[in-house]
């Protein structure tokens, strides 16, 4: 590989923004990447901390599904838990509360296996 802007000297990277090959010469430090020097540092650094970003974003979003999966299950049990101890009482509501308590308990079993995708 060689370098865009000197055709006669070997490429020590390519730049993160426009992914064309620079030599020693051209080559600007960007965080952890390269870039062309006095073109795309600026770019460049903004990417980085974009993903830097991203990164800390999606270890928030698995805590909110694990938050989420705690409270499903606690409501879902306890609606399901009401529905069956009313069944003979309340009749058909009391099949209502189950089959909500159900699927508040469904919610939280695929809350829990969302979560673990962002682990």
Known sequence: MICYYHPEKPAVGLCKYCLRGLCSDCAAHAGDSLACK????????????LMQKTILQSKRVGSDYVRNTIFYGVVGILFSAFGISQLKWLGL??????????????????????SRKYK
């Open 38 to 49: 006095g073109l795309h540092e600026e770019q460049v650094c903004a990417m980085e901390e």
């Open 93 to 114: 509501q009391a099949v209502v509360y189950l089959v909500i308590g159900l699927a508040l308990l469904w919610a939280a079993i695929a809350n829990y296996l969302e």
